[in-house]
């Protein structure tokens, strides 16, 4: 019904209805869930004054572009989700970057605030001390691609009551403060930080920490050089974020943990052990390397990762997963490019490694409902799939 049609109504069916400032709260906020947050609603906004206090007032979630001084002295106290990431798109698809201005504000005005994301923005010199007013209500936290510093695990370990947090492909930055080899690797230290700061985020139920690694971007000239020697191509830059490698024992002392993704994490055999221990975990999602190190490992700044052998895997299947676990997702690494070239660890080596690899299977998982293998090439475990009685997507 056109919005001129219904103001006839309301008028011959509410005497008190004498112009579209006059338009009930609950009416006016039925119609705003109608537009599109990024550019028709500030236009609603800013009509009149009676609809900006009224908006404000009604909306539960907004997606901003500036935290300047509240409007006409108002503040958003209902909103309680906050979708602040740099990277937004257009009606028509088209994707654009939208830098936030002013984060520091968030805390003072929206007393309501229980989720946000910041995924991407520069947080300024206080990183995640702005939000600091928010410690005793934030619950979602994504502040994935943002430059964190030692000082921001600190503001962090005040955010008692977070249940989600994501901190995918974080940028370490470096301290001018550190000296020696730790000036060099500042993921690492922070790593180590942040590891010492999980322990007291007991709410945690669900953690992202997966790391990005930068697509291989062949050319013409090392094409060659690429069929004599299958690595070649591997990108030789660092991937982007926490490497939390050896690190997986302080998810211990998160009870209610649902939900963990190690997207690119290589993993030390210890860290096999406490995955394996978390008797709560429904979701699941990490990288199992050949049993022999990877050649690239040597060129990136990650430790080499250790072999990750059947018996491990028998161990983290046949543990408490084996009753909790819903869905399962799997990247085998470098088996594939091993098994292209011929040499190294992986299932293309014959003898025991391939054995080995072939022994894992997911069917001690009863409860499974959702399974993604990528890289796998690996038969025996791909029909184990069947026994499992589970859906499965093999990803390339």
């Not at 007013?133 to 943002?146: I, K, T, V, Y």
Request: aromatic share 4%.
């Amino acid at each position: 019904m056109p919005l001129n049609l219904c103001h006839d109504v309301l008028l011959q069916t509410n005497s008190e209805v004498r112009d579209w400032a006059s338009l009930p709260a609950d009416l006016l906020y039925r119609v705003s869930r109608l537009l599109d947050d990024r550019t028709e609603l500030p236009c609603l906004l800013r009509v009149c004054s009676s609809w900006h206090h009224s908006l404000k007032a009604t909306l539960t979630e907004l997606r901003i572009h500036n935290v300047g001084a509240p409007a006409l002295g108002s503040n958003f106290t209902s909103v309680r989700r906050i979708d602040a990431s740099i990277l937004r798109s257009t009606l028509l698809g088209f994707r654009h970057l939208a830098p936030v201005r002013n984060l520091a504000a968030l805390g003072t005005q929206f007393p309501s605030l229980v989720s946000l994301n910041v995924a991407g923005q520069q947080l300024g010199q206080h990183g995640l001390q702005v939000l600091l007013p928010l410690a005793g209500r934030l619950q979602h936290l994504d502040a994935s691609r943002c430059d964190m510093s030692i000082a921001d695990m600190s503001a962090l370990a005040s955010l008692t009551h977070l249940t989600s947090l994501a901190f995918n492909a974080v940028k370490a930055v470096k301290e001018q403060s550190v000296t020696g080899s730790a000036s060099n690797r500042p993921e690492i230290a922070l790593a180590a930080e942040l590891a010492t700061i999980l322990p007291r985020l007991s709410q945690l139920r669900r953690l992202e920490l997966c790391l990005k690694r930068y697509p291989t971007r062949p050319s013409a000239i090392n094409v060659f050089a690429a069929a004599q020697q299958p690595h070649s191509l591997q990108d030789r830059r660092a991937p982007c974020g926490l490497p939390m490698y050896g690190m997986a024992g302080c998810l211990a002392s998160l009870p209610d943990l649902n939900c963990l993704l190690l997207r690119n994490q290589p993993l030390h055999p210890s860290d096999t052990s406490a995955l394996a221990s978390l008797s709560a975990l429904t979701e699941l999602a990490l990288l199992w390397q050949p049993p022999s190190p990877s050649p690239t490992a040597a060129t990136t700044a990650l430790p080499p990762p250790a072999p990750l052998t059947a018996a491990l895997w028998a161990q983290l299947v046949n543990g408490p997963l084996r009753h909790s676990l819903l869905a399962l997702d799997v990247d085998f690494g470098d088996a594939t490019s091993a098994a292209a070239g011929g040499g190294g660890g992986g299932f293309g080596a014959g003898g025991g490694e391939q054995r080995v690899w072939e022994r894992l299977s997911v069917a001690p998982l009863v409860r499974l409902r959702a399974l993604r293998l990528r890289r796998c090439v690996s038969p025996l475990l791909l029909l184990s799939i069947m026994g499992a009685g589970a859906p499965a997507t093999a990803g390339g």
